[in-house]
């Protein structure tokens, strides 16, 4: 519910349990009231402290008010370059160099529905969703913003979007443009990020918010490995149960930045949106730019209330699902199994060996296409091999599809090998600036995808090959970082607009893709989980999380990815051991365990499993074919964290008729404890039968007391308890 109170110029924004305000004060300043649980009736700038302080100036009109200084304020959106020395919204620059930018209220609207953005993905809604545009001017740059508010009050969820406006007579370059600015009136905070590298993504690093900025960010053209585009903020020692949380997510696969300040008094200011460094974008007198999309969920009750909003209103709101609610295929990709070495027969293989265990689509990974006999070529010429496949793709497409299964196929769009077919006719299709020798990274180069006649040529050959046959998934992979970042297509005076450009090319592909081919399950891939981000969901509706299949390091990884991310977006499989990243074995039961807590398959040879082994995996296939629809829309709860002597966690169906727990042990020790797990959203009154036992436990007792846990028998031995109440 969004409300205006026009007596106190107050707009506020109700959801079901939080409460989200802003004023505009006599001097059209857009002051922030309040983010946090729910208050009703309530003009909250009472909270805010007017004192003058030293150093802090007062703007011109202001002037005998010495206590009134946008550098203590609260902002809604926060100026630059006129008195606020905490990290600016926006910045932009003027012909004669000057970097000031004063944004007033200039009035608003309340609109019913949900808001969308051109080219650039977001949360989407009808019922139930209203929209809040509230408009900003700079009258002295003639640059307008309209800061626009989408409110899904079911999932306490806020998103965010600018679009800026030059309604003035010179250009004007925009310099920085966050989609979010949040000021809260504590700065007794803990900042809580998720990073980590190539195969170890997502690791959840917390520590109390210090005085000054601290950042996380990408300006490798993705999100990336390393920092994920999704931040906290909550009350210090806040835990999966109790503790004010917030969560900043951006709707955007680019370079970001999430900026969080402990102020000189104690207050403190999150800044998200895309990352400054090499942007700069140039608005002539009526251009128009849309900053992307961030979303913003506050939990009154803990990290668990949080995850459980994302997951919810991802899957509803955001994930757009081409099988309309049908179960995702189990499959079997021959990635680890054979690398770029195969033939047509040997995919087969590999294909009737899985379904026979149950497996419903046999993905081809990298190596079909061009010269591709390892990763230094073959990049661009997306024809198939016909050394590879002597028969076409159509023949082996109509193999696969008679063992039962459907076919998927691997992409990588945006790349292209310095030995390929299209380099050798196009090589300033390739990012690079003149004279400059460009930088590879797996031996190869990035295409231009700000350019529609690359991305057109590309998406063509695309085209020729999902025409060919009956292909129902594409993996869209992207396997190294941009650099030398530089378009021929754009002048010296555009070079900042390129990395922006590029997502929205792979944006506009990838849509048009989803439109040509409805039918076809997307997954996102970037060398596993460096595109993990909200933006790409809109797209790819699962992404492979990470290169990294070990079992006991995905703990981790798919723990971290939990607090935002639905289990039905996270794509994980089983894979061989010794495994080839950390050289660990771990039990087929143990893979299958944590690989189910996704969108689940088998990255490997199943007819090298033994047939002992083959049983455990007929079984998993069967189990999660029947649970699948509890397991990744469930209502998702970490039970534990990865580095305590187990992992659990668990989910339950939104009713509390049935649950899955799953529990991991790390190494074990002689002689171990016992231990019970607590488990979580259950129904306190129903009485639930354990794995069919013969007892029956009340749900209260299961959450207050626990279940108790086995005692393992070898390192990292793996359960899984499905819980049914009784009727
Ligand atoms: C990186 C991906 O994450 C892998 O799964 C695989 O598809 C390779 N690329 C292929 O080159």
Same mark, same amino acid.
């Given at each position: 519910?969004?409300?205006?109170?026009?007596?106190?110029?107050?707009?506020?924004?109700?959801?079901?349990?939080?409460?989200?305000?802003?004023?505009?004060?006599?001097?059209?300043?857009?002051?922030?009231?309040?983010?946090?649980?729910?208050?009703?009736?309530q003009?909250?700038?009472?909270?805010?402290?007017?004192?003058?302080?030293?150093?802090?100036?007062?703007?011109?009109?202001?002037?005998?008010?010495?206590?009134?200084?946008?550098?203590?304020?609260?902002?809604e959106?926060?100026?630059?370059?006129?008195?606020?020395y905490?990290?600016?919204?926006?910045?932009?620059?003027?012909p004669?160099?000057?970097?000031?930018?004063?944004?007033?209220?200039?009035?608003?609207e309340?609109?019913?529905?949900?808001?969308?953005?051109d080219?650039?993905?977001?949360?989407?809604?009808?019922?139930?969703?209203?929209?809040?545009?509230?408009?900003?001017?700079?009258p002295?740059?003639?640059l307008?913003?309209?800061?626009?508010?989408?409110?899904?009050?079911?999932?306490?969820?806020?998103?965010?979007?600018?679009v800026?406006?030059?309604?003035?007579?010179?250009?004007?370059?925009?310099?920085?443009?966050?989609?979010?600015?949040?000021?809260?009136?504590?700065?007794?905070?803990?900042?809580?990020?998720?990073?980590?590298?190539?195969?170890?993504?997502?690791?959840?690093?917390?520590?109390?918010?210090?005085?000054?900025?601290?950042?996380?960010?990408?300006?490798?053209g993705?999100?990336?490995?390393?920092?994920?585009?999704?931040?906290m903020?909550?009350?210090?020692?806040?835990?999966?149960?109790?503790?004010?949380?917030?969560?900043?997510?951006?709707?955007?696969?680019?370079?970001?930045?999430?900026?969080?300040?402990r102020?000189?008094?104690?207050?403190a200011?999150?800044?998200?949106?895309?990352?400054p460094?090499?942007?700069?974008?140039? /608005?002539?007198?009526?251009?128009r730019f849309?900053?992307p999309?961030?979303?913003?969920?506050?939990?009154?009750?803990?990290?668990?209330?949080?995850?459980?909003r994302?997951?919810?209103?991802?899957?509803?709101?955001?994930?757009?699902?081409? /099988?309309?609610?049908a179960?995702?295929?189990v499959?079997?990709?021959?990635?680890?199994?054979?690398?770029?070495?195969?033939?047509?027969?040997?995919?087969?293989?590999?294909?009737r060996?899985?379904?026979?265990?149950?497996?419903?689509?046999?993905?081809?990974?990298?190596?079909?296409?061009?010269?591709?006999?390892?990763?230094?070529s073959?990049?661009?010429?997306?024809?198939v091999?016909?050394?590879?496949?002597?028969?076409?793709?159509?023949?082996?497409v109509?193999?696969?599809?008679?063992?039962?299964?459907r076919?998927?196929?691997?992409?990588?769009?945006?790349?292209?090998?310095e030995?390929?077919?299209?380099?050798?006719?196009?090589?300033?299709?390739?990012?690079?600036?003149?004279?400059?020798?460009?930088?590879l990274?797996?031996?190869?180069?990035?295409?231009?995808?700000?350019?529609?006649?690359?991305?057109?040529?590309?998406?063509?050959?695309?085209?020729?090959v999902?025409?060919?046959?009956?292909?129902?998934?594409?993996?869209?992979?992207?396997?190294?970082?941009?650099?030398?970042?530089?378009?021929?297509?754009?002048?010296?005076?555009?070079?900042?607009?390129?990395?922006?450009?590029?997502?929205?090319?792979?944006?506009?592909?990838?849509?048009?893709?989803?439109?040509?081919?409805p039918?076809?399950?997307?997954?996102?891939?970037?060398?596993?989980?460096?595109?993990?981000?909200?933006?790409?969901?809109?797209?790819?509706?699962?992404?492979?999380?990470?290169?990294?299949?070990?079992?006991?390091?995905?703990?981790?990884?798919?723990?971290?990815?939990?607090?935002?991310?639905?289990?039905?977006?996270?794509?994980?499989?089983?894979?061989?051991?010794?495994?080839?990243?950390?050289?660990?074995?771990?039990?087929?039961?143990?893979?299958g365990?944590?690989?189910?807590?996704?969108?689940?398959?088998?990255?490997?040879?199943?007819?090298?499993?033994?047939?002992a082994?083959?049983?455990?995996?007929?079984?998993?296939?069967?189990?999660?074919?029947?649970?699948?629809?509890?397991?990744q829309?469930?209502?998702?709860?970490?039970l534990?964290?990865?580095?305590?002597?187990?992992?659990?966690?668990?989910?339950?169906?939104?009713?509390?008729?049935?649950?899955?727990?799953?529990?991991?042990?790390g190494?074990?020790?002689?002689?171990?404890?016992?231990?019970?797990?607590?488990l979580?959203?259950?129904?306190?009154?129903?009485?639930?039968?354990?794995?069919?036992?013969?007892?029956?436990?009340?749900?209260?007792?299961?959450?207050?007391?626990?279940?108790?846990?086995?005692?393992?028998?070898?390192?990292?031995?793996?359960?899984?308890?499905?819980?049914?109440?009784?009727?």
């Amino acid at each position: 519910m969004i409300l205006y109170d026009p007596s106190a110029r107050t707009l506020t924004l109700h959801t079901r349990r939080t409460t989200y305000q802003m004023k505009a004060d006599g001097y059209g300043v857009l002051l922030h009231t309040w983010y946090g649980p729910r208050v009703d009736g309530q003009d909250l700038s009472y909270l805010i402290g007017y004192a003058d302080r030293g150093f802090s100036p007062n703007p011109r009109e202001a002037a005998a008010r010495r206590d009134y200084s946008l550098d203590t304020l609260p902002q809604e959106y926060s100026t630059c370059g006129v008195g606020d020395y905490r990290p600016a919204s926006a910045a932009a620059e003027q012909p004669d160099g000057s970097l000031m930018l004063d944004l007033r209220y200039a009035g608003h609207e309340i609109r019913e529905g949900k808001y969308s953005l051109d080219g650039l993905p977001a949360f989407f809604g009808g019922e139930g969703w209203q929209t809040l545009s509230v408009r900003l001017e700079d009258p002295h740059s003639g640059l307008a913003a309209e800061l626009l508010y989408g409110v899904c009050e079911r999932y306490d969820l806020i998103t965010r979007a600018v679009v800026f406006t030059n309604e003035g007579r010179q250009p004007v370059l925009l310099r920085k443009a966050a989609s979010l600015c949040l000021d809260l009136p504590s700065a007794n905070l803990e900042f809580i990020t998720f990073d980590g590298g190539h195969v170890r993504e997502r690791g959840l690093n917390r520590s109390l918010l210090r005085p000054g900025v601290q950042s996380v960010g990408s300006v490798r053209g993705a999100s990336s490995h390393q920092h994920n585009p999704f931040v906290m903020l909550c009350e210090p020692g806040a835990g999966e149960e109790h503790g004010l949380v917030y969560g900043a997510a951006l709707v955007y696969s680019g370079n970001f930045l999430a900026e969080a300040e402990r102020s000189q008094f104690e207050t403190a200011r999150l800044v998200l949106g895309i990352h400054p460094q090499h942007f700069g974008w140039s /608005l002539a007198p009526g251009e128009r730019f849309a900053a992307p999309e961030a979303a913003m969920v506050c939990s009154p009750d803990g990290f668990a209330g949080m995850t459980h909003r994302w997951h919810a209103a991802m899957r509803e709101c955001l994930i757009r699902d081409p /099988l309309h609610g049908a179960r995702r295929p189990v499959l079997v990709n021959n990635w680890e199994a054979t690398e770029f070495h195969f033939t047509a027969q040997r995919l087969v293989e590999i294909a009737r060996e899985g379904a026979a265990l149950g497996a419903e689509l046999f993905v081809m990974d990298d190596g079909w296409f061009g010269k591709r006999d390892d990763d230094r070529s073959g990049l661009g010429d997306w024809v198939v091999n016909p050394q590879k496949l002597p028969g076409g793709l159509n023949a082996l497409v109509r193999q696969v599809n008679g063992l039962g299964m459907r076919f998927g196929i691997w992409v990588e769009p945006e790349m292209v090998s310095e030995d390929s077919e299209l380099y050798r006719a196009h090589p300033d299709w390739a990012l690079g600036a003149p004279g400059r020798p460009q930088t590879l990274s797996r031996s190869q180069l990035v295409l231009d995808f700000t350019r529609r006649e690359v991305r057109d040529c590309i998406y063509a050959a695309l085209c020729r090959v999902l025409d060919s046959a009956p292909i129902a998934y594409v993996k869209w992979d992207v396997n190294r970082s941009l650099a030398d970042v530089w378009s021929a297509a754009l002048p010296a005076a555009r070079q900042g607009e390129v990395f922006h450009r590029y997502i929205l090319g792979v944006y506009e592909m990838m849509d048009r893709l989803r439109r040509d081919y409805p039918q076809i399950l997307l997954e996102g891939c970037a060398g596993g989980g460096g595109r993990f981000d909200a933006g790409m969901l809109y797209y790819a509706p699962q992404i492979w999380c990470s290169d990294n299949t070990d079992a006991i390091d995905r703990l981790r990884i798919q723990y971290g990815t939990s607090f935002c991310y639905p289990v039905c977006a996270v794509g994980s499989h089983v894979s061989a051991v010794p495994n080839v990243h950390t050289g660990r074995t771990t039990s087929i039961e143990t893979r299958g365990v944590v690989a189910m807590s996704g969108t689940f398959g088998y990255e490997m040879d199943l007819g090298r499993c033994t047939e002992a082994e083959k049983q455990v995996v007929r079984r998993q296939i069967e189990f999660f074919k029947r649970h699948c629809r509890l397991i990744q829309q469930g209502v998702y709860d970490r039970l534990s964290a990865p580095d305590d002597a187990f992992t659990a966690w668990q989910q339950t169906a939104p009713d509390g008729t049935e649950a899955l727990a799953s529990v991991v042990w790390g190494p074990v020790h002689a002689a171990g404890p016992f231990c019970a797990v607590r488990l979580r959203s259950l129904a306190p009154n129903k009485r639930y039968r354990v794995n069919g036992g013969g007892e029956l436990y009340t749900g209260a007792a299961l959450m207050t007391a626990g279940l108790p846990l086995p005692l393992p028998k070898h390192d990292y031995q793996a359960w899984q308890f499905y819980l049914q109440a009784e009727e």
